[in-house]
């Protein structure tokens, strides 16, 4: 009797700390990313607003078209990934073994919100959490 009142709970608990999608995304304890800067736009929403479209809004991509951003393996070479956002790229790429041909227009970010951004992405669906900074992307763009 006890147990069937603890699951609902647990599962609401599930659900409100996960990133992306629902209504509890606004909660996302990581949205905030490394913007602490005033009026500065939450990896989340920068996220939503020029991600989301491509990869979903839990970062699944679409099977074929999109490669996913959770769990995906690209992650592992950071500078690959900020330069991926930077740059954008066309033709063949292979995510968690799957190949994929399609183009990303390169991102019209500045170097804080793509850390912010790729911070929000690395923190949520398994992607193991690790920081992007501002520097790191500043780094990339210059090195090209
Ligand atoms: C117009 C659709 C579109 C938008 C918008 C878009 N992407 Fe992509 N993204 C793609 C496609 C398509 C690829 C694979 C490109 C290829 O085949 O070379 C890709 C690849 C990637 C990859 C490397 C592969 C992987 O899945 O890990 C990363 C990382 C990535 N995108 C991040 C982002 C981030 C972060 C944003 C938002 C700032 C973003 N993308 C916005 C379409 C998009």
Redesign the pocket.
């Given at each position: 009797m006890k147990l069937l009142h603890i699951i609902p709970a647990v599962a609401i608990l599930i659900i409100a700390a996960s990133c992306g999608g629902g209504d509890n995304a606004g909660k996302n304890p990581y949205q905030t990313g490394e913007t602490a800067t005033a009026g500065a736009k939450s990896g989340e929403s920068?996220?939503k607003t020029?991600?989301a479209?491509?990869?979903m809004a839990s970062g699944e991509?679409i099977d074929k078209?999109?490669?996913?951003?959770a769990y995906?393996d690209?992650?592992k070479d950071k500078t690959m990934?900020i330069h991926?956002?930077i740059h954008?790229?066309?033709?063949?790429?292979v995510?968690n073994g799957k190949t994929?041909?399609?183009?990303?227009?390169p991102?019209q970010?500045n170097d804080e919100e793509?850390a912010a951004?790729?911070t929000y992405?690395y923190a949520c669906w398994d992607n193991g959490g690790a920081k992007v900074t501002a520097e790191e992307v500043k780094a990339v763009r210059a090195a090209k």
């Open positions: 920068i996220y020029n991600c479209s491509c990869h991509g078209v999109y490669p996913p951003l995906s690209y992650l990934t991926q956002v954008g790229s066309s033709g063949e790429i995510v994929y041909n399609n183009t990303m227009p991102q970010l793509v951004v790729l992405v």
